[in-house]
């Protein structure tokens, strides 16, 4: 089992970034894969990004591709999410989650067993 804190979530304009950070106890991180999905007011829960826990795989959803950078920092136990070029249908709950193995493409949450709380960010137009 691992314990997920996301941070970094906030307002920003169309055009802007922020990064996300997802802080990891109990199982050692780098063991885990990492996902980041978001969920939209009304919407269901969408894939965002996945890193291995190696970093060797790294598999993003074609709606932010070249807008969005995932990484990881295993010596720190934290994973992030580089958003640039921000747009409002970015804007949404944004969730990190861990998974000991994982399906290919890794889009699936049910295949995710722990997840943070979720951090909010808005981009407005």
């Known amino acids: 089992q691992v314990q997920l804190v996301e941070s970094g979530g906030g307002l920003v304009q169309t055009g802007g970034s922020l990064r996300l950070s997802c802080t990891a106890s109990?199982?050692?991180?780098?063991?885990?894969?990492m996902a980041w999905f978001r969920q939209a007011l009304g919407k269901e829960r969408e894939f965002v990004a996945f890193?291995?826990?190696?970093?060797?795989?790294?598999f993003y959803a074609d709606s932010v591709k070249g807008r969005f950078t995932v990484s990881r920092d295993n010596a720190q136990s934290t994973g992030y999410l580089t958003m640039n070029n921000l747009k409002p249908d970015d804007t949404a709950v944004y969730y990190c989650?861990?998974?000991?193995?994982?399906?290919?493409?890794?889009?699936?949450?049910?295949?995710?067993?722990?997840w943070g709380q979720g951090t909010q960010v808005t981009v407005s137009s």
């Open positions: 890193i291995s826990w190696t970093g060797g795989n790294i």
């Open positions: 989650a861990a998974a000991i193995q994982y399906n290919w493409p890794p889009t699936d949450p049910s295949t995710y067993e722990d």
């Open positions: 109990g199982r050692a991180f780098n063991t885990v894969n």
